[in-house]
């Protein structure tokens, strides 16, 4: 069998070290977890939907937006740098970054490369496959 200890943005942003912190960290945190689900059927931690829904809601979480064009966006001008804010934002305001969606800028300007790089790929793969998941939850 397989389980899904966590979605891949949130490993990439606890700066994954040695396998062996990964095993004690969040591989013992789901079994714990499990064994949680187990006796009484509601997961400690809440639970995140499987693929694109669980990046989705990921993000709602971390950043405070779900629409996955918006983020896909964003993630390509915090990667290119301070002056990607001086840019048209990429929500089709046609105002700038800086003065429409900042606060998510600098946020996923903190994030480590990899996994801003992550959200970029998974955004990506959800859009172009089409999925209606991609249109925002609000």
Not at 32 to 43: K, M, R, S, Y
């Amino acid at each position: 069998g397989t389980c899904c200890v966590q979605i891949p943005v949130a490993y990439h942003l606890n700066e994954p070290g040695r396998l062996v912190d990964f095993v004690a960290g969040a591989m013992r945190s789901y079994f714990i977890a499990q064994l949680h689900f187990e006796e009484f059927g509601t997961w400690p931690y809440g639970e995140l939907k499987h693929g694109y829904e669980g990046l989705r809601q990921f993000c709602a979480e971390k950043l405070g937006r779900d629409d996955l064009h918006l983020i896909r966006g964003m993630t390509l001008l915090a990667s290119a740098g301070r002056k990607a804010k001086h840019t048209l934002c990429p929500c089709g305001s046609g105002r700038k970054t800086f003065q429409c969606h900042m606060r998510l800028f600098k946020e996923l300007r903190h994030w480590p490369h990899h996994a801003v790089a992550c959200v970029a790929v998974m955004a990506d793969e959800a859009l172009k496959s089409a999925a209606p998941s991609a249109a925002p939850l609000s």
